[in-house]
């Protein structure tokens, strides 16, 4: 997922020694925080709200993700002031190559765990990543790629397995699939990645390569 509009996790194998001794290779790789952050997006990290999970803290505050959606789920959703709305709060191509590529690559330990998400508090400059919309982290996906399940389906909250989340886990997908012009970018965006990024030919060439 590298290269679409979400924070990805470089890493490098790397051969290890403990006091001289050889143990082994071991993949380095980034930690999911606000230094990560800082040196991804060249912002000051400590002036970031960064969640995982149902709104737990990593750095800042959950206040403004928590009354993003109170205000969601008070609004008519298929309108197109909610679809502004929703455009004021979130990056919506960061979230839809997120759970594109989630969905996609059937991610299983997810999306009631392994979801992170962001947006800087600090005073817009002009890097477009400072504008305070949320934005989402790609992590730990190594329950992936064993599609046993309909994964558009267990990402909505409508198949519970191989395992089942609570409802918070899957609203913001529901809801905004509830607004049809959001709903259109969704699949269109589907359909662009199945046949670039995610075409076959190129997913096994960059398996063949690792």
């Known amino acids: 997922m590298n290269g679409l509009a ?4 470089r890493y490098a194998p790397k051969v290890v020694f403990i006091n001289g001794e050889y143990n082994g290779i071991l993949n380095a790789r980034d930690r999911k925080d606000h230094k990560y952050l800082a040196d991804i997006y060249g912002i000051d990290g400590t002036k970031t709200d960064l969640l995982k999970r149902n709104a737990m803290v990593d750095n800042g505050s ?21 679809y502004k709305l929703v455009n004021s709060y979130i990056d919506t191509q960061s979230f839809i190559d997120y759970f594109v590529g989630s969905i ?27 504008d305070g919309r949320w934005r989402w982290l790609v992590y730990d996906a190594d329950e ?10 267990y990402a909505l909250g409508l198949y519970d397995q191989p395992r089942k989340y609570p409802p918070w886990a899957s609203f913001m997908l529901r809801a905004l699939l509830d607004n049809p012009r959001f709903k259109q970018e969704f699949i269109i965006r ?15 060439a960059i398996i063949d390569g690792m």
């Not at 059937?106 to 600090?122: E, F, K, Q």
């Not at 790629?145 to 389906?153: A, G, I, W």
């Not at 589907?190 to 096994?204: K, Q, Y």
């Open 6 to 9: 979400v924070g990805t996790q």
């Open 62 to 82: 959950a206040a403004g993700y928590t009354s993003m959606l109170a205000e969601w789920r008070d609004s008519l959703r298929s309108g197109h002031d909610f």
């Open 104 to 130: 996609f690559f059937s991610r299983t330990d997810w999306p009631g765990n392994n979801i992170a998400y962001w947006r800087y508090t600090g005073s817009k400059t002009e890097l477009p990543i400072t």
């Open 144 to 153: 992936a790629k064993d599609v046993q399940h309909p994964t558009l389906l």
């Open 190 to 204: 589907f359909a662009d990645l199945i046949n670039t990024s995610f075409a076959p030919e190129r997913m096994l």
